[in-house]
């Protein structure tokens, strides 16, 4: 009887208990529901962290994206000017090239000359000499 009522007795597996059998099934049943609780917060946790990646990765291109998108824009904002330059270096080029030509083709016109008056003294020579 002292056992009995200090709460002293024995489950289905023979082992010692102190609570009655009513505490000891409500104890173990609210451990039961804590450990189903606490896997289902692992598993949420679980879930949480690999959306988290995927947003993450997510993000991350779009940022590229973006990054490559203002790249785009700024190239095409700065083609106008390229182009400007270009045109001028090209024209540049050709004005260079215009003034080899005249100053060859003047060296030509001289050379010409030259051949004409070396002609001309050539014929004077051999009708002097004849």
Known sequence: MASEDRGITFDEMYRIRVFDPDKQRQTKELQEACESFTSKISELDKVVRGLLEQIGAQAQKIENEKLRAMGQR????ME???RKRKLGEQAAVLAEKQQELDDIGREYESLLKVRHEQELMIAKITDAGS
Not at 74 to 77: G, I, M, R, S
């Open 74 to 77: 700024l190239k095409a904002t």
């Open 80 to 82: 106008p000017d390229v």
